[in-house]
């Protein structure tokens, strides 16, 4: 199946080179090459049958391995036999548990001093979808707040102007630590309540949802800001990245339409964020408001904020610690010069970068199954593709040999949309209001209970299901939410075991 996939995209190079302009044309592809790729990628119309390499979604990398609860921790297929001994080095580093300083183990502290978890599978336990807190006692360790204030003053302002994402809860920083290092106060606790929201569909099913309210207790500090912006977040599924950070920055931005000049009611925008890797302005593509251009960036970020380790990136040894922490900024740090600058010094991040630019996408499940081509074709019809974009080529440029120029399957445009009032946090982050967030990658979902033991979905794990997950769609998913509520029951099933097979 490799060699057919390969044999069906991949073309001789030819002189002459399609020049990049403002209308999206992709340069990295000869005139033919660009021809082949809008003719695979266009949307289908026949649903009698599956497409070509439908059930291949990370294209040759794609983990043909037995399904369990470990399908989210393989690697791409495809890539070389010394790239998977990176990979695993990569992987010890990602379940790797930090401790705090001085320390034995001087490879391994710097913990903190405030954090939210020891180490990144904590959070992403098996590679897969963070859940909310169970209410007997779990905590919320792949769950958490973000924290920031909108913009006071000209100072606040510039920092925005000049790339800052959000301005930080001047007492607590960036994010809500619930753990500390011995000695240091925890910041304080998330508390998460729940009303049942009735919906009721067009034959008269009644589904309830839950809506939930946010607030925190038991601060260390003293009280937060009196203009505090609370925003929960899950840890999402970690498969797939490496080829979603080769989807070519013109056929994302090709679906941009800020001005919904084509009054479709759908509207996708870019967030452009400022890249610490490049130090300029680029396509966010990872985090729920797409608030990261690279996955290098998104980790160095997740070691700083969630676990206080720094990394070349972001240097910032005491995490998130904040001036009004005093006695978590005076803390002993794991920084050692003969180790390098900071506490995860290269080729740390590297290694975890790759790791996570390289962990396969499992293979489709019943793709000729009658039910799941209906409710494929139902997906379609209620418009869902607007924003969950089928199909992509990636770059012929990845710099990654498994990367290139592979056909995947991931469901995403990769822009932000806004949501409507429901799931609006009403906190911007970077180009992102408090209404949008980024159009999540579909790939895997219906492995999400095999994988992480739960259905909780969104931002918050607030959906108890997929149905759920579609009835809280509003704002420019509101058409296509409104017409999956008024399908009849068996075609609703339908949508929920295409869903489920991908």
Same mark, same amino acid.
């Given at each position: 199946?490799?060699?057919?996939?390969?044999?069906?995209?991949?073309?001789?190079?030819?002189?002459?080179?399609?020049?990049?302009?403002?209308?999206?044309?992709?340069?990295?592809?000869?005139?033919?090459?660009?021809?082949?790729?809008?003719?695979?990628?266009?949307?289908?119309?026949?649903?009698?049958?599956?497409?070509?390499?439908?059930?291949?979604?990370?294209?040759?990398?794609?983990?043909?391995?037995?399904?369990?609860?470990?399908?989210?921790?393989?690697?791409?297929?495809?890539?070389?036999?010394?790239?998977?001994?990176?990979?695993?080095?990569?992987?010890?580093?990602?379940?790797?548990?930090?401790?705090?300083?001085?320390?034995?183990?001087?490879?391994?502290?710097?913990?903190?001093?405030?954090?939210?978890?020891?180490?990144?599978?904590?959070?992403?336990?098996?590679?897969?979808?963070?859940?909310?807190?169970?209410?007997?006692?779990?905590?919320?360790?792949?769950?958490?707040?973000? #924290?920031?204030? &909108?913009?006071?003053?000209?100072? !606040?302002? =510039?920092?925005?102007?000049?790339? *800052?994402? $959000?301005?930080?809860? +001047?007492?607590?920083?960036?994010?809500?630590?619930?753990?500390?290092?011995?000695?240091?106060?925890?910041?304080?606790?998330?508390?998460?309540?729940?009303?049942?929201?009735?919906?009721?569909?067009?034959?008269?099913?009644?589904?309830? #949802?839950?809506? &939930?309210?946010?607030?925190?207790? !038991?601060? =260390?500090?003293?009280?937060?800001? *009196?203009? $505090?912006?609370?925003? +929960?977040?899950?840890?999402?599924?970690?498969?797939?990245?490496?080829?979603?950070?080769?989807?070519?920055?013109?056929?994302?931005?090709?679906?941009?339409?800020?001005?919904?000049?084509?009054?479709?009611?759908?509207?996708?925008?870019?967030?452009?964020?400022?890249?610490?890797?490049?130090?300029?302005?680029?396509?966010?593509?990872?985090?729920?408001?797409?608030?990261?251009?690279?996955?290098?960036?998104?980790?160095?970020?997740?070691?700083?904020?969630?676990?206080?380790?720094?990394?070349?990136?972001?240097?910032?040894?005491?995490?998130?610690?904040?001036?009004?922490?005093?006695?978590?900024?005076?803390?002993?740090?794991?920084?050692?010069?003969?180790?390098?600058?900071?506490?995860?010094?290269?080729?740390?991040?590297?290694?975890?970068?790759?790791?996570?630019?390289?962990?396969?996408?499992?293979?489709?499940?019943?793709?000729?199954?009658?039910?799941?081509?209906?409710?494929?074709?139902?997906?379609?019809?209620?418009?869902?593709?607007?924003?969950?974009?089928?199909?992509?080529?990636?770059?012929?440029?990845?710099?990654?040999?498994?990367?290139?120029?592979?056909?995947?399957?991931?469901?995403?445009?990769?822009?932000?949309?806004?949501?409507?009032?429901?799931?609006?946090?009403?906190?911007?982050?970077?180009?992102?209001?408090?209404?949008?967030?980024?159009?999540?990658?579909?790939?895997?979902?219906?492995?999400?209970?095999?994988?992480?033991?739960?259905?909780?979905?969104?931002?918050?794990?607030?959906?108890?299901?997929?149905?759920?997950?579609?009835?809280?769609?509003?704002?420019?998913?509101?058409?296509?939410?409104?017409?999956?509520?008024?399908?009849?029951?068996?075609?609703?099933?339908?949508?929920?075991?295409?869903?489920?097979?991908?």
């Amino acid at each position: 199946m490799h060699k057919r996939l390969t044999v069906f995209l991949v073309i001789t190079l030819i002189a002459g080179l399609a020049v990049a302009s403002d209308g999206g044309t992709r340069s990295d592809l000869t005139p033919k090459d660009l021809k082949r790729v809008q003719a695979v990628t266009a949307p289908t119309g026949d649903f009698s049958s599956p497409e070509n390499f439908e059930q291949l979604p990370g294209g040759a990398g794609t983990v043909k391995k037995r399904v369990n609860q470990d399908i989210f921790s393989f690697s791409s297929a495809n890539i070389s036999f010394e790239q998977e001994a990176e990979f695993k080095l990569g992987n010890a580093l990602f379940r790797k548990l930090w401790v705090s300083a001085p320390a034995s183990t001087e490879a391994s502290d710097g913990l903190g001093p405030l954090f939210n978890a020891r180490g990144c599978q904590n959070c992403h336990l098996k590679d897969g979808r963070g859940h909310t807190p169970s209410g007997n006692g779990d905590d919320a360790v792949s769950m958490f707040l973000r #924290l920031s204030i &909108p913009p006071r003053n000209a100072a !606040d302002r =510039a920092a925005l102007a000049r790339g *800052d994402k $959000v301005i930080d809860e +001047p007492t607590y920083g960036g994010q809500l630590q619930d753990f500390a290092i011995q000695g240091i106060k925890p910041e304080g606790k998330m508390v998460v309540s729940y009303t049942d929201d009735p919906v009721t569909l067009g034959d008269g099913t009644v589904v309830t #949802l839950r809506r &939930p309210s946010y607030s925190v207790s !038991d601060l =260390a500090y003293g009280p937060m800001a *009196d203009d $505090v912006l609370l925003s +929960p977040r899950i840890a999402p599924p970690m498969i797939g990245l490496g080829l979603l950070e080769q989807v070519p920055r013109e056929d994302i931005l090709a679906k941009a339409d800020p001005e919904d000049r084509d009054g479709d009611g759908i509207s996708g925008r870019p967030n452009m964020v400022l890249d610490p890797v490049s130090g300029q302005r680029e396509l966010g593509r990872f985090g729920w408001k797409a608030g990261a251009a690279s996955i290098r960036a998104q980790s160095a970020d997740a070691f700083a904020g969630d676990i206080g380790i720094s990394t070349p990136l972001v240097m910032k040894p005491h995490g998130d610690c904040t001036a009004a922490e005093a006695a978590c900024r005076a803390a002993p740090t794991g920084e050692q010069e003969r180790l390098g600058p900071s506490e995860a010094p290269d080729p740390v991040l590297d290694l975890v970068t790759f790791y996570s630019q390289n962990l396969g996408v499992p293979q489709r499940r019943n793709v000729s199954d009658p039910q799941v081509l209906r409710g494929k074709q139902a997906f379609y019809e209620a418009n869902c593709t607007s924003c969950h974009t089928p199909k992509y080529v990636t770059s012929r440029r990845a710099p990654i040999e498994a990367h290139k120029f592979q056909l995947i399957w991931p469901y995403t445009d990769l822009l932000l949309h806004d949501m409507g009032e429901g799931l609006a946090d009403n906190r911007p982050e970077g180009d992102a209001d408090g209404y949008e967030w980024k159009t999540p990658p579909l790939w895997g979902i219906g492995l999400t209970e095999t994988v992480s033991g739960h259905t909780e979905f969104l931002h918050d794990g607030r959906a108890r299901n997929l149905t759920e997950a579609i009835l809280w769609h509003g704002g420019e998913a509101q058409k296509s939410r409104d017409a999956f509520a008024n399908l009849p029951k068996s075609q609703r099933d339908d949508l929920i075991a295409f869903l489920e097979s991908l």
